[in-house]
């Protein structure tokens, strides 16, 4: 029969305290392995098991393994299992006790057998199972006996013996949850056994259990405050009519605040939980996608700034052994320092994710003015250069200007794009963000594909003079089709691109949005993929380019005037875009410093590209026909400044 999903979560979490402490000696559990020294006849497992706590024995013979005993919470049970035949003499097994579940279940020859099924967690349960009398040795029994890895007896005996003690399971393990030693306590499956509407209060946790008829319009959900804690630091929480449209049917709702959060605190080092966890379950069903939210009301310690929050869900669907908190169907109302409110669409656990080391963007309001200017700017700029250049490849037929002017195109929409984004993402919403992130994201890709272009012309009219350029329609579709492969593939795949949240040092709760890739695995996946690469090629290319330039021109008397030679390589940098490298030095004392530069220099780069142009015109005005003629490659030669352009 199929668990639905309320029994599924309570089995997650008592086997998450069972595994979460690994081999600690503190561990309840119990295992005890040795060798089976038996016949080389049909073997068979014999067991007899009823309730209590006075021990358990594990015995052997000739033809069978034998485990018996007044052990368990709720199992009693008897029967023979027949074993597979094994040669040789001998076989290998393991008896393991869950306490915590009333589980007990046998490992021979490598095949599990279970005698007892999991139950639960219990009441009380026998634990702390220590050894009794010495049984005599013989050539039948079982050898190197282990409790854990520990050998307790190394040659043949025919019986161990184990005597056990009982607990309080609910309140001891609670006590140890909150010294640290396991992560997550279950503890609901007493609360939903209620058959009565009402509170329970239970260790680790304060439940209520509301009942929902079919006339069902909400409801809002008060826990109990335990002793000394003020009422006003209780978890709200209420219930909307479509919970009970969603149910379909009069059930249960059982609200459990979980008063020891560091028993759900997932392993990392970056977050951490606020002191409370709400659980949310309808008995038997899955309820998931309602057309209104829970609303969850947190209480909690001032929460600076500097730290953001996020209202998080607990997701069982990849690993439900592991705490992993998503915010996938939760909104996140901040309604002050100390007080969140959760809005989400679904059935779990719930609770506040806190950021312990931030890392938002320094200085993001002059960043963000900076660029702004900057884009402008550009736009103007390159729309002044795409006039310019088309002028002038009317007037002469130079095979360089088609990837000048496919430069200015690119760069025209990627600033432009970038200069809309941020209005987009805050006034229009998500689904023109996804078309403006993509639109974006291709321009920025269609830039860098133009200016490793660059680089490549420059190597080929530098070192392979006498050999012809390509065809002048090869440009356009390189420089503007490739990116749009790359793009359609992550659009097609989809939840790639929307809004994206940038953090601000001063205000981390309050992020800049814009248009651009989403924060999540896949978005990062694909950046890296697809940005980075493409970035990395054009610096490198540029960077290398630049220094077979000035290798090849560095003994020129023009290149001995400093200006001349730093407006080549600033010409040259300008069209191969290296100044995109300062992305990758974004780290260290200096990073404030690289970050402004970048800025600058990046969203300006439409106007310093027509700054380059308008130099080079003014250069050639000044040195007269007699020097440069009507020849750019004249001007290659000299100044470096327009190394793509020849005269055809």
């Given at each position: 029969?199929?668990?639905?999903?309320?029994?599924?979560?309570?089995?997650?979490?008592?086997?998450?305290?069972?595994?979460?402490?690994?081999?600690?000696?503190?561990?309840?559990?119990?295992?005890?392995?040795?060798?089976?020294?038996?016949?080389?006849?049909?073997?068979?497992?014999?067991?007899?098991?009823?309730r209590g706590c006075e021990g358990i024995s594990i015995s052997a013979n000739e033809s069978s393994l034998s485990v018996e005993g007044r052990i368990t919470a709720r199992c009693a049970r008897s029967n023979v299992i027949?074993?597979?035949?094994?040669?040789?003499?001998?076989?290998?097994?393991?008896?393991?006790?869950?306490?915590?579940?009333?589980?007990?279940?046998?490992?021979?020859?490598?095949?599990?057998?279970?005698?007892?099924?999991?139950?639960?967690?219990?009441?009380?349960?026998?634990?702390?199972?220590?050894?009794?009398?010495?049984?005599?040795?013989?050539?039948?029994?079982?050898?190197?006996?282990?409790?854990?890895?520990?050998?307790?007896?190394?040659?043949?005996?025919?019986?161990?013996?184990?005597?056990?003690?009982?607990?309080?399971?609910?309140?001891?393990?609670?006590?140890?949850?909150?010294?640290?030693?396991?992560?997550?306590?279950?503890?609901?499956?007493?609360?939903?056994?209620?058959?009565?509407?009402?509170?329970?209060?239970?260790?680790?946790?304060?439940?209520?259990?509301?009942?929902?008829?079919?006339?069902?319009?909400?409801?809002?959900?008060?826990?109990?405050?335990?002793?000394?804690?003020?009422?006003?630091?209780?978890?709200?929480v209420h219930l909307p009519p479509a919970l009970g449209l969603a149910a379909g049917k009069p059930a249960k709702v059982v609200c459990t605040f979980f008063t020891n959060a560091s028993l759900f605190q997932e392993s990392?080092?970056?977050?951490?939980?606020?002191?409370?966890?709400?659980?949310?379950?309808?008995?038997?069903?899955?309820?998931?996608?309602?057309?209104?939210?829970?609303?969850?009301?947190?209480?909690?310690?001032?929460?600076?700034?500097?730290?953001?929050?996020?209202?998080?869900?607990?997701?069982?669907?990849?690993?439900?052994?592991?705490?992993?908190?998503?915010?996938?169907?939760?909104?996140?109302?901040?309604?002050?320092?100390?007080?969140?409110?959760?809005?989400?669409?679904?059935?779990?656990?719930?609770?506040?994710?806190?950021?312990?080391?931030?890392?938002?963007?320094?200085?993001?309001?002059?960043?963000?003015?900076?660029?702004?200017?900057?884009?402008?700017?550009?736009?103007?700029?390159?729309?002044?250069?795409?006039?310019?250049?088309?002028?002038?490849?009317?007037?002469?037929?130079?095979?360089?200007?088609?990837?000048?002017?496919?430069?200015?195109?690119?760069?025209?929409?990627?600033?432009?794009?970038?200069?809309?984004?941020?209005?987009?993402?805050?006034?229009?919403?998500?689904?023109?963000?996804?078309?403006?992130?993509?639109?974006?994201?291709?321009?920025?890709?269609?830039?860098?594909?133009?200016?490793?272009?660059?680089?490549?012309?420059?190597?080929?009219?530098?070192?392979?003079?006498?050999?012809?350029?390509?065809?002048?329609?090869?440009?356009?579709?390189?420089?503007?089709?490739?990116?749009?492969?790359?793009?359609?593939i992550l659009a097609a795949v989809g939840d790639i691109y929307g809004v994206r949240e940038v953090a601000q040092s001063d205000d981390i709760n309050n992020p800049y949005l814009m248009c651009w890739m989403k924060d999540?695995?896949?978005?990062?996946?694909?950046?890296?993929?697809?940005?980075?690469?493409?970035?990395?090629?054009?610096?490198?290319?540029?960077?290398?380019?630049?220094?077979?330039?000035?290798?090849?021109?560095?003994?020129?008397?023009?290149?001995?005037?400093?200006?001349?030679?730093?407006?080549?390589?600033?010409?040259?940098?300008?069209?191969?875009?290296?100044?995109?490298?300062?992305?990758?030095?974004?780290?260290?004392?200096?990073?404030?410093?690289?970050?402004?530069?970048?800025?600058?220099?990046?969203?300006?780069?439409?106007?310093?590209?027509?700054?380059?142009?308008?130099?080079?015109?003014?250069?050639?005005?000044?040195?007269?026909?007699?020097?440069?003629?009507?020849?750019?490659?004249?001007?290659?030669?000299?100044?470096?400044?327009?190394?793509?352009?020849?005269?055809?």
């Amino acid at each position: 029969m199929e668990l639905r999903l309320t029994d599924a979560l309570k089995t997650v979490f008592v086997f998450i305290i069972i595994f979460a402490s690994g081999s600690s000696e503190n561990d309840r559990d119990f295992m005890f392995c040795g060798i089976w020294h038996h016949g080389n006849d049909s073997l068979k497992l014999n067991y007899n098991l009823s309730r209590g706590c006075e021990g358990i024995s594990i015995s052997a013979n000739e033809s069978s393994l034998s485990v018996e005993g007044r052990i368990t919470a709720r199992c009693a049970r008897s029967n023979v299992i027949q074993l597979n035949h094994v040669s040789g003499g001998q076989s290998h097994f393991c008896l393991y006790w869950e306490p915590l579940l009333d589980q007990l279940w046998v490992t021979v020859g490598g095949q599990d057998h279970t005698l007892c099924k999991p139950a639960g967690l219990q009441d009380s349960c026998c634990t702390d199972l220590s050894s009794g009398a010495n049984a005599p040795e013989g050539a039948y029994g079982i050898g190197n006996g282990a409790v854990r890895s520990d050998i307790v007896y190394s040659k043949t005996r025919t019986a161990y013996t184990f005597f056990g003690e009982k607990i309080n399971c609910k309140k001891e393990f609670c006590d140890e949850a909150g010294q640290g030693s396991t992560q997550v306590n279950m503890i609901e499956e007493a609360v939903m056994r209620s058959q009565a509407v009402g509170s329970v209060e239970l260790p680790c946790a304060l439940s209520s259990v509301v009942e929902m008829k079919e006339d069902f319009r909400g409801y809002n959900v008060i826990l109990p405050a335990p002793g000394g804690v003020p009422p006003e630091s209780i978890p709200s929480v209420h219930l909307p009519p479509a919970l009970g449209l969603a149910a379909g049917k009069p059930a249960k709702v059982v609200c459990t605040f979980f008063t020891n959060a560091s028993l759900f605190q997932e392993s990392r080092d970056d977050f951490r939980i606020v002191d409370n966890v709400v659980g949310i379950t309808v008995e038997n069903e899955i309820i998931t996608d309602l057309s209104e939210p829970i609303k969850i009301g947190f209480h909690h310690d001032v929460i600076p700034k500097t730290h953001s929050r996020k209202c998080v869900s607990w997701d069982t669907r990849k690993d439900p052994l592991k705490v992993n908190w998503l915010e996938q169907g939760c909104l996140t109302n901040q309604k002050g320092a100390q007080e969140t409110e959760c809005l989400c669409n679904h059935l779990t656990y719930f609770t506040i994710l806190v950021q312990l080391e931030p890392r938002p963007v320094r200085h993001l309001l002059a960043l963000t003015v900076i660029t702004s200017v900057g884009c402008l700017i550009s736009v103007i700029s390159c729309i002044a250069l795409i006039i310019f250049l088309y002028r002038k490849k009317r007037q002469a037929k130079e095979k360089s200007i088609p990837i000048h002017l496919g430069l200015a195109v690119s760069l025209l929409l990627l600033n432009a794009f970038f200069f809309f984004t941020g209005t987009v993402a805050n006034t229009v919403g998500e689904r023109m963000c996804v078309w403006v992130g993509l639109s974006l994201h291709y321009a920025l890709l269609s830039s860098f594909t133009w200016m490793a272009m660059e680089v490549f012309h420059t190597f080929w009219l530098v070192y392979m003079v006498f050999s012809p350029s390509p065809e002048p329609y090869v440009w356009p579709l390189i420089g503007f089709g490739l990116p749009a492969v790359p793009v359609t593939i992550l659009a097609a795949v989809g939840d790639i691109y929307g809004v994206r949240e940038v953090a601000q040092s001063d205000d981390i709760n309050n992020p800049y949005l814009m248009c651009w890739m989403k924060d999540t695995y896949k978005a990062s996946l694909a950046h890296y993929c697809t940005t980075i690469p493409l970035l990395a090629i054009v610096v490198s290319a540029g960077l290398v380019m630049l220094f077979l330039v000035r290798k090849q021109i560095q003994t020129r008397e023009e290149w001995r005037q400093n200006w001349v030679a730093f407006a080549s390589i600033w010409g040259l940098s300008c069209l191969f875009g290296t100044t995109w490298g300062l992305a990758f030095l974004d780290f260290g004392p200096l990073s404030d410093f690289v970050l402004f530069l970048s800025c600058i220099l990046n969203s300006f780069q439409g106007f310093l590209l027509m700054l380059r142009f308008y130099m080079l015109g003014w250069m050639r005005r000044q040195a007269g026909a007699s020097t440069l003629g009507t020849s750019s490659t004249g001007s290659t030669k000299h100044h470096m400044l327009q190394p793509q352009e020849e005269k055809s």
